[in-house]
């Protein structure tokens, strides 16, 4: 009689578990000046030239930072914010991690001043550890910078920041994280510096 119960619970699990799933992006795409509507992952059936071809578009897990020739991918889920005011900067905001660009040009600050800037705003007194950073990129070569390790509303937090650079053109990359209770880096951190380290460029 017990298998009943265990049943319908598996069920409603499953039901519950494939209503909280998204809807996929709806996109437009035009092939030979013809409009198609479809959702990310479905294939259509398109006319190219009087023949038809199946058609399938997938939407990738990352967006494209692209600015004045820095540019990296980072998750498609983290929001965008840009500041135009001087000196101009980006936030890309996850749940746990976080990128920022500044702009670098005039004046150019040192990845320990603004490392500074940082932890007096949101360590509010509290013990900071500062160490050596380092970001391998298969583009970039090896980056290195600050980071400073702290604890923020009681728990530990992590912020990075690297300075970037090709000729007049400059910026500051921070990274951010909120770390576990081990001092663990997040699994959304993990992924997004792995991709940063792949795509990075500038």
């Known amino acids: 009689m017990r298998t009943t119960p265990m049943l319908i619970a598996a069920l409603l699990g499953t039901l519950c578990s494939t209503a ?7 996109l437009r795409i035009e092939v030979d000046g013809k409009p198609y509507v479809t959702t990310a992952g479905a294939t259509i059936d398109a006319d190219v030239g009087g023949r038809r071809v199946k058609l399938r578009v997938e939407e990738l897990p990352w967006r494209r930072f692209a600015q004045g020739g820095l540019q990296f991918d980072y998750p ?7 500041d135009p005011s001087p000196p101009r900067s980006w936030t ?12 670098n040009t005039l004046p150019k600050r040192k990845a320990e001043d603004l490392a500074g800037d940082i932890e007096k705003a949101i360590a509010r007194g509290a013990h900071v550890e500062r160490s050596k950073a380092v970001l391998r990129t298969d583009k970039a070569g090896i980056l290195t910078g600050v980071v400073s390790t702290m604890e923020v509303a009681g728990s530990p937090f992590s912020n990075e920041v690297f300075v970037l650079g090709k ?28 991709r940063l380290s792949a795509t990075l460029e500038f």
Do not use: C
């Open 76 to 82: 498609r889920h983290f929001p965008w914010e840009s």
């Open 92 to 103: 890309l905001d996850g749940n746990d991690a976080v990128i920022m660009v500044f702009d």
């Open 20 to 26: 909280s799933n998204e809807p996929p992006t709806q």
């Open 167 to 194: 000729g007049d053109l400059s910026w500051l990359l921070v990274l951010q994280d909120a770390l576990g209770d081990d001092g663990a880096h997040s699994s959304e951190y993990t992924e997004m510096r792995k």
